[in-house]
């Protein structure tokens, strides 16, 4: 069993930063690669970010590529989302979630998700 936790969550300007943290028990982050996804209000949840860390690769959504930043470290089983330039569009509550299998923009392709971290960007 997989347990994921979000946090760093907040209000926050635009143009501003926020560091996202996603903490995991078990053998969370040696078996899986792992994404972020975000939804916001009235939207369908989206695919933000995914980590594949045995091959250091990682991919965006376009509309965050340049200004957000996957990483993880893997002794405290935590990885994290930098968001830097932030925009108003970026309101949403985000997601952490372990990846399984399939396309990595997509939710299925997901087993373990966190309970989400509500992000504010204020204008």
């Known amino acids: 069993q997989v347990q994921l936790v979000e946090s760093g969550g907040g209000l926050v300007q635009a143009g501003g930063s926020l560091r996202l943290s996603c903490s995991g028990s078990?053998?969370?982050?040696?078996?899986?690669?792992m994404g972020w996804f975000r939804q916001a209000p009235g939207k369908e949840r989206e695919f933000v970010a995914h980590?594949?860390?045995?091959?250091?690769?990682?991919y965006y959504a376009d509309s965050v590529k340049g200004r957000f930043t996957i990483s993880r470290d893997n002794p405290k089983n935590t990885m994290y989302l930098q968001m830097n330039s932030l925009k108003p569009e970026d309101t949403a509550v985000y997601y952490c979630?372990?990846?399984?299998?399939?396309?990595?923009?997509?939710?299925?392709?997901?087993?373990?998700w966190g309970q989400g971290t509500q992000v504010t960007v204020s204008s």
């Open positions: 979630a372990a990846y399984v299998g399939g396309s990595y923009r997509l939710e299925k392709s997901y087993a373990y």
């Open positions: 078990g053998r969370t982050f040696s078996r899986y690669s």
């Open positions: 980590g594949v860390w045995s091959r250091s690769t990682t």
